[in-house]
């Protein structure tokens, strides 16, 4: 057998044969983005403050982002670009397919993104997607005064 770049080629008596080099399998990570906003403080009566599903731009960044790097996706640089980007329905729902990694997935309403980074290995929202194992992601962006 001989390996020469990104194929494979036998030889043998019958001749030849030639496979392409499958590309990693995809797996998905599906979830809902959902908005919290208005006063959430305690009190009486009870305060208006409400959840709801929105549409929102959704960005895969890979690899992860470190928070010394995240002044550059908050300010809209292009010095981090998406790896991937996909929109939530009306009713928050997206779905994208990504190879198995680790990610930083945030949700962009209006000129907020979320969710904040807050790690303490120093980065920015990882996720972890293993291979054959579809994942949930849900994510919250919290605009209420709580």
Not at 96 to 124: H, K
Request: hydrophobic share 40%.
């Amino acid at each position: 057998m001989i390996v020469a770049g990104a194929a494979v080629v036998a030889l043998g008596c019958g001749g030849t044969v030639s496979e392409e080099e499958s590309p990693a399998p995809l797996v998905e990570v599906h979830g809902t983005v959902t908005l919290k906003d208005g006063d959430c403080m305690p009190g009486v009566p009870p305060p208006p403050c409400s959840k709801h599903p929105i549409s929102a731009r959704v960005d895969v960044y890979e690899p992860v982002v470190s928070l010394t790097r995240s002044e550059s996706i908050r300010d809209g640089a292009p010095a981090v670009a998406s790896f991937r980007t996909v929109s939530s329905d009306a009713q928050g729902r997206f779905s994208v397919m990504l190879p198995a990694g680790r990610y930083t997935i945030l949700a962009t309403y209006e000129q907020w993104r979320f969710p904040r980074p807050a790690s303490p290995d120093g980065e920015w929202a990882p996720v972890s997607v293993e291979p054959n194992a579809p994942a949930e992601l849900d994510l919250l962006l919290d605009l209420s005064s709580d």
